[in-house]
């Protein structure tokens, strides 16, 4: 790919004649984008040519003939040669360093069969020593294309990985998060039995005979997952800090790489934010972080005043939120609490994980401390009830009428509830790349009239008046905006089929939904989400137009250059330091 040509303006490069020696009306530019298709996501001028740009902030949006004034002698101007500017894309739901320790770790997304990752673990045991935890995550066993020959609800048993794994406690975490399958020796270490009864909000899956099969679903998983962190816990002093400070940069690079300028990050500990604003301090942060805090209503209260913080460290770091605390599990797990049971397996219609009333606590400090409040509500009965929270607290504070409080997922909603979340103003924060990453099975949840009527209908929930809303959920799926842009405007499958084809968004709100849109949802609409003076210059090259390429084309689109507060952080595949 060519690289986009860097030069100090010329004459010739956007041929307005003469430079005139008049000073300046007004300052100049520190970078100019010029000769480019620059889709704004700005109603008041839609497209234009150029970009002015000063300090970390948009100066001016227009032709190149209106920015040429900008240009002196030491801005840098950069000749998009008719490559397409968007504003940054904003990733609307992700979990930031849960996805840079993905990067660390087995990778399980693309295996075919329980036996290849027995196979990766199996690799893994040679580069690790006895008593050391072997973590992978991104397996879903509806991908498989091999299906195994003992399988307990769809699900293998433990036996094979067990048996390449005596000396070393094993964790494979599902693609959803919601659930670990684990050996015989992590079963060992942390105690469980045939005999052990599940938690509140959780399940040990078992075959007939009562025998652990090494899945634990929702909550059961949290005591494996206990074990590891004390296990990390015991390392040397300053180990466990330079491997979330590595993390950190590795999640900030590889969004970088796909466009990505801001990330919200649902569910984070007062831990971590301590360290991501001493690295803000520092000026290490890589992208802008919006942060929502995961933990117990109890250990937040008294703490929440002294965390909030808006634009930190020139805007790279924001902590308004509470969540994502998981009232539901997922729906690839059977762990979406669903109204009526689950079409494949109809023993249970889901779980409840966190207690509704630790909810109601969270919302309650939520409005005390005027942070946002969002809970995950993957399956129609959550939804529901996240809804009745939310109203009742609300009409305990008729005099706060703004508070964006979001559900994230949305994946199930039941349409009587459709006219209730407009109502409330409550913000369904949804990831367009679920409908094609979760469609080839999501049929065999719910049936097909219920997937209709219910699933994933994202659009209908735009044209309702909701804030449309995107993202990937990191490391659940690849944090690639382009893929959850086309399944967003196309809904096709991997086979070739649509799901919910009447479900697809516009080009345009696609665009908006990734920008604006996440803008909106975290209450950043008047520093970020489009190209417009005033507002951040974080800005994505594109080496094509979303808007306009067909849909077997989108799916070629490069990101080039991603500009963060008016610097190139990334271009032409190498991360700029």
């Known amino acids: 790919m060519r690289s986009i040509l860097v030069t100090i303006a010329t004459l010739t490069l956007i041929g307005c004649g003469q430079k005139s020696e008049t000073p300046p009306a007004h300052p100049l530019a520190d970078m100019v984008l010029t000769n480019g298709n620059v889709v704004t996501v700005d109603d008041a001028l839609p497209r234009s040519e150029a970009v002015a740009i000063t300090g970390d902030r948009i100066t001016a949006v227009g032709t190149a003939a209106d920015i040429f004034p900008y240009i002196g002698d030491q801005t840098e101007v950069i000749d998009l040669e008719g490559?397409?500017?968007?504003?940054?894309?904003?990733?609307?739901?992700?979990?930031?360093?849960?996805?840079?320790?993905?990067?660390?770790?087995?990778?399980?997304?693309?295996?075919?069969?329980?036996?290849?990752?027995?196979?990766?673990?199996?690799?893994?045991?040679?580069?690790?020593?006895?008593?050391?935890?072997?973590?992978?995550?991104?397996?879903?066993?509806?991908?498989?294309?091999?299906?195994?020959?003992?399988?307990?609800?769809?699900?293998?048993?433990h036996?094979?990985?067990?048996?390449?794994?005596?000396?070393?406690?094993?964790?494979?975490?599902?693609?959803?998060?919601?659930?670990?399958?684990?050996?015989?020796?992590?079963?060992?270490?942390?105690?469980?039995?045939?005999?052990t009864a599940p938690p509140e909000g959780g399940e040990i899956v078992r075959d007939e005979t009562g025998r652990a099969t090494g899945m634990m679903r929702e909550s059961a998983q949290d005591v494996f997952r206990q074990a590891f962190s004390g296990h990390q816990g015991r390392r040397p002093a300053g180990i466990a800090e330079d491997e979330m400070r590595r993390m950190v940069t590795?999640?900030?690079?590889?969004?970088?790489?796909?466009?990505?300028?801001?990330?919200?990050?649902?569910?984070?500990?007062?831990?971590?934010?301590?360290?991501?604003?001493?690295?803000?301090?520092?000026?290490?942060?890589?992208?802008?972080?919006?942060?929502?805090?995961?933990?117990?209503?109890?250990?937040?209260e008294g703490r929440l005043a002294e965390y909030r913080m808006v634009g930190y460290g020139n805007n790279f770091l924001t902590v308004r939120a509470i969540g994502e605390k998981v009232l539901d599990g997922a729906l690839g797990t059977h762990g979406g609490w669903l109204l009526e049971p689950y079409s494949d397996l109809p023993r249970t219609s889901g779980l409840n994980v966190v207690p509704i009333e630790e909810i109601e606590a969270s919302a309650r400090?939520?409005?005390?401390?005027?942070?946002?409040?969002?809970?995950?509500?993957?399956?129609?009965?959550?939804?529901?009830?996240?809804?009745?929270?939310?109203?009742?607290?609300?009409?305990?504070?008729?005099?706060?009428?703004?508070?964006?409080?979001?559900?994230?997922?949305?994946?199930v909603i039941h349409p009587d509830d459709i006219d209730r979340t407009v109502a409330l103003n409550v913000i369904p924060a949804v990831q367009g790349i679920f409908a094609c990453s979760d469609g080839p099975w999501v049929v065999d949840r719910l049936g097909p009239e219920r997937t209709r009527e219910r699933g994933y209908i994202f659009n209908t929930l735009?044209?309702?008046?909701?804030?449309?809303?995107?993202?990937?959920?990191?490391?659940?799926?690849?944090?690639?905006?382009?893929?959850?842009?086309?399944?967003?405007?196309?809904?096709?499958?991997?086979?070739?089929?649509?799901?919910?084809?009447?479900?697809?968004?516009?080009?345009?709100?696609?665009?908006?939904?990734?920008?604006?849109?996440n803008a909106i949802a975290a209450f950043e609409e008047d520093i970020k989400g489009s190209i417009t003076p005033g507002k951040l210059a974080d800005i994505t090259i594109l080496s094509q137009d979303l808007t306009t390429v067909p849909?077997?084309?989108?799916?070629?689109?490069?990101?080039?250059?991603?500009?963060?507060?008016?610097?190139?952080?990334?271009?032409?595949?190498?991360?700029?330091?």
């Open 83 to 157: 490559k397409t500017a968007i504003p940054g894309f904003i990733e609307g739901h992700g979990h930031y360093t849960s996805f840079g320790g993905s990067l660390l770790i087995l990778d399980f997304r693309y295996a075919n069969s329980f036996a290849e990752i027995v196979s990766m673990v199996e690799a893994a045991v040679d580069e690790t020593e006895p008593g050391e935890w072997i973590i992978g995550r991104g397996w879903h066993q509806d991908k498989w294309d091999v299906k195994e020959d003992v399988l307990i609800e769809g699900l293998p048993v």
């Open 159 to 195: 036996d094979s990985l067990s048996a390449v794994t005596p000396d070393n406690p094993a964790m494979l975490i599902h693609t959803s998060g919601h659930g670990v399958f684990v050996n015989q020796k992590a079963m060992t270490l942390v105690e469980m039995g045939n005999d």
């Open 551 to 577: 849909n077997d084309e989108i799916m070629n689109t490069d990101v080039i250059m991603t500009i963060l507060g008016g610097e190139v952080r990334y271009r032409d595949g190498e991360i700029v330091n």
């Open 365 to 411: 400090l939520a409005m005390d401390h005027d942070y946002q409040l969002a809970i995950q509500g993957i399956g129609d009965r959550a939804y529901r009830e996240l809804l009745n929270i939310y109203e009742a607290e609300f009409a305990r504070h008729p005099e706060k009428t703004d508070m964006r409080w979001r559900i994230e997922h949305a994946q």
């Open 250 to 300: 590795l999640a900030g690079e590889e969004s970088l790489r796909n466009g990505i300028t801001s990330f919200q990050d649902l569910g984070t500990s007062f831990a971590e934010v301590d360290l991501i604003k001493r690295m803000a301090d520092e000026g290490n942060v890589p992208v802008r972080l919006w942060m929502a805090f995961e933990e117990q209503a109890a250990d937040m």
């Open 462 to 517: 735009a044209e309702a008046g909701l804030v449309p809303t995107n993202g990937t959920d990191p490391p659940v799926d690849e944090i690639d905006p382009i893929a959850s842009f086309h399944c967003s405007v196309t809904r096709i499958l991997p086979d070739g089929t649509e799901f919910q084809p009447q479900e697809v968004y516009s080009r345009e709100r696609a665009l908006y939904s990734y920008t604006m849109g």
